[in-house]
């Protein structure tokens, strides 16, 4: 057994979150006609089990009707090495290793030495504690929640604490972020973030922008009451694929809705969807790495 699997399994506790997520296929467009009228719907299925600490996260997902049991799991895990802190996550053959630093003094996060996060003093310090000390992996996927692409970490979206939402208090100041293009590796991107809050202390505009005037990201609160939120997000990738989506959750009730619509500029084709959340269910696990039996048990619940 592996160092990672034995610092996992020497938990006492473990827990597993289940998601059922139905995909409904709403066509695909060119120049605003359908081009295909079929409307198909498939499914989802996520499992997440983590340690007590959240230090280690496994992965399972399962797309549409066939589900192979004996799919290896992704991991993801946190650790610290003096003043860094490493974010390894793994999947098959594919490794994506993230370095993070906090700075008391400036009340800020690096990420792989060029990015930079500013936080007020209230989620500085509640982040420090949770990630910095404690290697709480489903904090720091909250923070990074509208940047995850950027780190390759999509795969977590749906692990993340929420804390941010639920804690009026807790504000990101601004961003600063670099990243190469992928069709021309010589270009680098210079990107500022801003942030910002209403009245009540909820997000209600993100903005990243290069120094170019380029945007990349742009994120409107629609709606806010109780503890539901909804977003309408614009994500332009290097003008080539352009996202536009209105995303929808509870914090309270772990519920989901997004819809999207993706322009493949160069095709000119547009594809539509809806993801709508079935089943959210937080369970007991006596292990982190799950066998079939175990899978196929938690798969089969409404």
């Known amino acids: ?8 399994q020497s938990s006492k506790f473990y827990a597993t979150v289940y998601i059922l997520n139905k995909i409904i296929d709403e066509g695909e467009y060119v120049n605003d ?6 409307q198909e719907i498939n499914t989802n299925h996520l499992i997440y089990t983590y340690n007590f600490k959240k230090d280690t996260i496994v992965y399972y997902d399962f797309y549409g ?7 290896k ?6 650790a610290k090495r003096k003043d860094t802190l490493l974010l390894s996550f793994k999947r098959n053959s594919y490794v994506n290793k993230i370095r993070l630093n906090f700075n008391t003094q400036e009340k800020s996060i690096s990420i792989n030495d060029n990015d930079i996060f500013y936080l007020n003093g209230v989620y500085y310090k509640y982040l420090y504690k949770s990630v910095n000390q404690n290697l709480n992996i489903k904090d720091l996927i909250d923070l990074l929640e509208d940047f995850l692409e950027d780190y390759n970490l999509e795969d977590l979206k749906f692990i993340s604490s929420n804390e941010k939402y639920k804690h009026r ?4 100041i601004k961003a600063y972020m670099e990243s190469y293009r992928s069709q021309a590796t010589d270009c680098l991107d210079k990107w500022n973030i801003k942030f910002s809050y209403n009245k009540k202390g909820i997000l ?3 903005l990243k922008k290069s ?4 945007q990349s990201l ?3 609160l629609i709606i806010s009451k109780d503890k539901t939120f909804k977003y309408r997000i614009s994500r332009n990738n290097e003008s080539r694929l352009i996202v536009n989506s209105e995303e929808s959750f509870n914090t309270s009730k772990n519920s989901y809705n997004s819809k999207i619509s993706a322009l493949q500029v160069g095709l000119g084709k547009e594809t539509k969807y809806e993801i709508k959340r079935i089943v959210y269910k937080v369970l007991n696990s006596k292990k982190i790495f799950l066998d079939q039996k175990e899978i196929s048990k938690i798969i089969a619940l409404k």
């Open 204 to 206: 209600n505009y993100v």
């Open 169 to 172: 208090d807790f504000k990101l």
């Open 65 to 71: 009707s066939e589900i192979n049991t004996k799919k």
């Open 218 to 220: 742009e994120k409107k």
């Open 73 to 78: 799991p992704s991991v993801c895990s946190l």
């Open 33 to 38: 006609e359908r081009i295909n009228t079929k």
């Open 1 to 8: 057994m592996s160092n990672l699997n034995v610092l996992a």
């Open 211 to 214: 120094a170019e005037d380029d």
